[in-house]
């Protein structure tokens, strides 16, 4: 990719962190970053929270210390924190039957699927068999009925593959029927609304002028994102492109009026390293902890490491899903910490959480890059943090 100019980087960052911002720097120079912004915290405190470039395609607007983002996937780890909340609560028992909470679930043998397998992927719901569309996938009481009544697609409990955009319905639906609130709203009043974190699932209209605009690069418009996505094996067309979605979709009022668990979120890199700063539990949250410390460790508890059945390809080993987020592993998806965690959106986001370093990271942009996961520009950062001298495991 050819040079750019750098724009101004804005916020703080401590001498020790230099590193990361000469990152950040780098990422707008070479890997085509048009706006983003990166947050460390470290034991809850942050040592480097960076912004820069532009809110919109036609570069008119600076990125600012409050610009929101669509994280797509990222947002999973909120979702997640929703579930282990209730869980911690004694509300929710992730080894119960799904159909304990949601009784319609039972259908299509699935009576004794549990809540665990709904969180680490491997229900066997990756996608539904029928066309879905992208009108039919903001209506939350079809989505849900549909994936109730669904066969799963391989014995559940046996592998993982990915559940880009049923996950968010999935753990979603055993949220609301717990609490009688949809998970945007449960998030708002239960965490970030008492905490001041900056982050919600969907956009409330108020906030719309705060809103970056997703930019997909120029080798990947739709047309072409459709093409290869009609290549991929009926399970990940089903879990990645049943409906097909990208940026044009994520610029819509539409979109971010919806309840999408699993991709709507929206927050600045602050709103994200806080969020995933809350899955480290009590001993590095700044005093803000929601969780015990038994229920962060189970957060990361692995649940079978394989070839992941929707996204094997994009990664050099088998991967392993914890109760909601992603191990490191081998990949070194999240740092050296092979226990360290985390979640990628479409495009490039990340939120990280290593609780043996006492360190979460969010970084967030618009410039949706084309790695399915491990982004070479969110790749970069965390290689940079950790060559602080951050110690992980």
Known sequence: MAEQAVPHIDGRCDARFEGVRAAFTENFRVRGELGAAVTVLLDGEPVVDLWGGWADAARTRPWERDTLVNVWSTTKGATALCAHLLADRGLLDLDAPVAAYWPEFAAAGKADLPVRHLLSHRAGLAGLREPHTLAQLYDWELTTARLAATAPWWEPGTRSGYHALTYGF???????????????????????????????????EKEAGRAAELVHPPAAPGSAQAAAASQLPPVALAALANPLTGAADANTPAWRAAELPAAGGHGTARGVAALYGLLIGPDHADGRSLLSAPAAER?????????????????????????????????????PNPRAFGHDGFGGSCGLADPEAGLSIGYVMNHMGGHIANDPRKMALIEAVYAAGVASA
Do not use: K, M
């Open 170 to 204: 999935l753990v979603g639906e055993v949220i609301r029927r717990i609490t009688g609130q949809l998970p945007s709203a449960f998030l708002r009043e239960e965490v970030c609304g008492p905490l001041g974190i900056d982050f919600s699932i969907g956009l409330p």
């Open 299 to 335: 957060v990361r508890e692995g649940q079978g490491g394989c070839r992941d059945l929707v996204l094997g390809a994009a990664f050099e080993h088998d991967t392993e899903v914890g109760l909601g987020l992603w191990l490191s592993g081998a990949n070194g998806s999240y740092g």
